[in-house]
């Protein structure tokens, strides 16, 4: 054990170690002075807060901010009423840069050292000097840029950022809170979890129950009833989508005083009668979309369509039902035009019905196309044509998936046919398309098509069917042919003389091989006026090697496999 003499002459050892390092340390020899006071604190008897101090400030001399703070932090733990922890380690934080941190040690030192402390007074200086270097260096985004550039920047956050967007200072929350563009909009989406009643309760009363968009998706189903009350007390709602399991009925009651609603898009969870589409039609006047995924037949005495709808500009129906009683109108039924009255969807430009029953069944429509004279896009799945359908010159968007048909042709257009506007045709899976139906569209019809699917139509096939899309539909931008038999390399370099315009090619599941691919990337590069290609799908092709992707990616080609 150390006698009280001994420790004496320890405690002069050390300070006088503690001395020789400080004078190292003002004529510059940091090194050596950080030698000097390490070996002080390993005397006993040594004041290791005032040397702990000097070699954590010989640390910050030398670049070594992590171990000064690491000294600064031992101070604070060896006492902490003494002020010299609390300043050294706030000063070591803020060289690293970490001025949040540094501020939030000095407000803790604050609160641990008493009111009567002589050098707490030095530890509140200190912070205050920090906080207004950094208000000089920093300025309020939301303050100086005008207001028109600080709501274009606000609409690239969705609901969630702006949640932490408000959290980040009072004068955040009311600026944005004034903002009334920010909560006209609410969109759950992207939520991680479930969202209650009382957080859209919150949402819309930051809008002053002016919301005019809606999306209702994530709720939690047994928030749905009151989310939905709260949102038909919004005057101004002029767009809603429900994406939740719902009542028809309840929902219709809701809703259809809502005389501002542009758009009402309900997903299959929630099943709608056609007397309900009739219902929705009639009592939403400004309606412009009605989007129902899950449409149902009804009793053909409870749909009545109002006979005037002006505003309507897009219907588009899906339903699972395959067929209907006798008495019942069906699920995508719309109405037909009746001689000497007047139709009542006259400006109807996108139409698009989706029959997916589990058992397939020819869907038969109940209109005909050409009775719509401002049609620009019609898209029709598992639908049954027949002799009574024409389809109106207006289209410039065309899309067939599956269905069936009487022949090859089977709209009932008078020939020869002109569709000038159509840019865009698809097939997919149309068992009745066939080398002649594309002569139709390409030679007859002149259209100038931009975009071209003929996905798995396995009626397609040979060069004459090659020769006719070289020639007539040249000036295609994008091409699919996926699925399609006989395509194969020969294809390929029919293709890059005639398609210079071509920029995605969809090849997938065809009998292409690296041929093709090496070809497409050396007319890409060349100088030649002959297709560029940007996009290639090749999904399924056995043929392909992994070296002609690596070289057809190198050429700036973007290879989907």
């Not at 170690?17 to 006071?37: C, I, K, M, R, V």
């Not at 270097?133 to 969705?158: G, R, T």
């Not at 002569?439 to 139509?457: G, M, Q, R």
Request: glycine letters at 4%; hydrophobic letters at 40%.
């Amino acid at each position: 054990m150390m006698s009280s003499q001994d420790l004496v002459v320890a405690c002069g050892e050390a300070a006088v170690l503690q001395e020789h390092g400080q004078q190292l340390y003002q004529t510059g020899n940091f090194p050596a002075a950080l030698d000097a006071f390490t070996e002080a604190l390993s005397m006993k008897g040594a004041d290791h807060i005032g040397i702990l101090d000097n070699r954590a400030a010989t640390y910050t001399k030398l670049g070594q901010n992590d171990r000064a703070i690491k000294d600064a932090k031992q101070m604070i733990r060896n006492d902490k009423q003494d002020e010299r922890g609390y300043l050294r380690c706030a000063k070591s934080l803020a060289l690293e840069g970490k001025y949040d941190k540094a501020l939030e040690l000095y407000a803790y030192a604050l609160k641990t050292l008493p009111s009567n402390h002589p050098r707490r007074e030095l530890v509140e200086q200190t912070r205050i000097k920090l906080q207004n270097k950094l208000n000089e260096k920093c300025c309020d985004p939301f303050s100086v840029l005008p207001l028109e550039i600080a709501a274009m920047i606000l609409d690239y956050f969705d609901f969630r950022q702006i949640v932490a967007i408000l959290r980040v200072s009072k004068q955040w929350d009311q600026f944005l809170s004034a903002m009334r563009e920010i909560w006209a909009r609410l969109d759950f989406s992207n939520a991680r979890c479930k969202i209650h009643w009382f957080s859209v309760r919150a949402f819309i009363r930051r809008s002053r129950y002016m919301l005019t968009h809606a999306i209702v998706k994530n709720i939690s189903t047994a928030s749905t009833e009151k989310v939905l009350g709260f949102l038909s007390r919004c005057p101004k709602l002029e767009h809603l989508e429900l994406w939740a399991p719902f009542d028809c009925r309840t929902f219709y009651d809701l809703f259809r005083g809502s005389k501002c609603m542009k758009t009402l898009i309900i997903s299959g969870q929630m099943p709608v009668p056609q007397e309900y589409i009739a219902k929705f039609l009639a009592s939403l006047p400004l309606l412009e979309q009605i989007r129902i995924h899950k449409a149902r037949t009804s009793p053909s005495s409870k749909v009545k369509w109002p006979s005037a709808l002006p505003h309507l500009r897009s219907i588009i129906l899906g339903t699972t039902e395959g067929s209907w009683l006798t008495g019942h109108t069906p699920a995508l039924h719309i109405p037909r035009k009746q001689p000497l009255i007047p139709y009542s969807i006259t400006n109807l430009e996108e139409l698009r019905l989706d029959s997916d029953p589990d058992v397939f069944f020819p869907y038969p429509p109940s209109f005909n196309p050409l009775d719509l004279p401002r049609l620009r896009r019609l898209d029709l799945s598992g639908i049954y044509i027949s002799d009574d359908f024409s389809l109106p010159p207006s289209l410039e968007f065309l899309r067939i998936c599956g269905g069936a048909a009487t022949n090859e042709f089977p709209f009932s257009n008078r020939r020869p046919i002109e569709f000038h506007k159509l840019k865009t045709l698809m097939f997919n899976d149309v068992p009745w398309v066939s080398n002649d139906t594309m002569l139709i569209f390409f030679v007859e019809a002149k259209a100038p098509l931009e975009v071209l699917y003929v996905e798995s139509c396995f009626r397609l096939h040979g060069t004459a069917f090659w020769d006719s899309l070289c020639q007539y539909a040249s000036g295609l931008k994008e091409l699919n042919m996926s699925h399609v038999l006989g395509v194969n390399d020969a294809f390929t370099s029919l293709i890059i003389q005639k398609m210079p315009a071509l920029k995605t090619i969809h090849l997938s599941f065809t009998d292409i091989s690296g041929v093709s691919i090496k070809t497409l990337a050396n007319a890409r590069t060349s100088g030649d006026n002959v297709l560029k290609v940007d996009r290639i799908y090749a999904k399924g092709c056995q043929k392909l090697s992994s070296d002609a992707i690596a070289y057809g990616r190198a050429c700036g080609i973007e290879i989907i496999i």
